[in-house]
């Protein structure tokens, strides 16, 4: 098992990519940072349970997926990655996002499904790169009317949350395919959805406790 990488690791200046998928990490080196050739980076499956504060400084950073660790919270300046493009924070121990999120002018997709998250910050909204939304399985009863700062969404996913409705500036979203809302808390059809076109967008609401009468 690797349970720390070797002292020297963050001497390798030119590595673009790594892999440390099922090594059972428990931390990274503060210098990790130094790595400043890295683009794509995997870190699924591992015992870390958070990044350092240097981690944001990876300039070139474009693809981030830590899923099923047990990272409990992003450093305050995670925004500063200014490449990241696609993000996988899925099953992870995360109760909050960073406001700095809000930052990340080049996300294009994210992933993230985490029982203690109960709350989207309002900063998300300013990603207006993201394409593919997919936030499910949290605890999230509501959505910040920053969404509408989402343009380029065409796939939106927030599935199995606690969400009782939705703000009307959702429908200011004109580029959407696919918004699956399945096994909520809704008890109507949310307003907002009738101001989208429903021919050319594939809206799920299955598993909510809304009347038959209105589907």
Not at 89 to 114: F, H, Q, V
Not at 154 to 168: C, G, K, V
Request: charged share 20%; proline share 5%; aromatic share 6%.
């Amino acid at each position: 098992d690797l349970r720390k990488l070797p002292k020297n690791f963050s001497k390798l200046e030119n590595l673009s990519d790594l892999d440390l998928n099922n090594t059972l990490l428990t931390e990274l080196p503060q210098d990790f940072h130094k790595l400043s050739n890295l683009s794509h980076f995997s870190l699924k499956k591992n015992d870390i349970s958070q990044l350092p504060d240097s981690f944001a400084n990876l300039p070139q950073l474009f693809t981030l997926n830590i899923m099923d660790s047990k990272i409990t919270q992003l450093p305050a300046n995670f925004g500063t990655l200014a490449k990241l493009s696609n993000l996988d924070l899925k099953d992870n121990l995360l109760t909050s996002l960073p406001a700095s999120i809000g930052y990340l002018a080049k996300l294009e997709t994210i992933e993230l499904s985490e029982k203690g998250i109960t709350q989207l910050p309002d900063e998300i909204g300013k990603l207006s790169k993201l394409r593919d939304i997919r936030i499910t399985h949290c605890s999230i009863s509501t959505v910040p009317s920053s969404v509408a700062g989402w343009r380029s969404c065409s796939s939106l996913y927030l599935n199995d949350n606690q969400i009782s409705s939705l703000p009307d500036e959702l429908a200011q979203i004109k580029n959407l395919t696919t918004i699956d809302l399945s096994n909520n808390l809704l008890t109507t059809v949310p307003a907002c959805l009738f101001k989208i076109y429903f021919s050319s967008v594939k809206i799920i609401l299955t598993g909510n406790k809304i009347p038959k009468s209105e589907i």
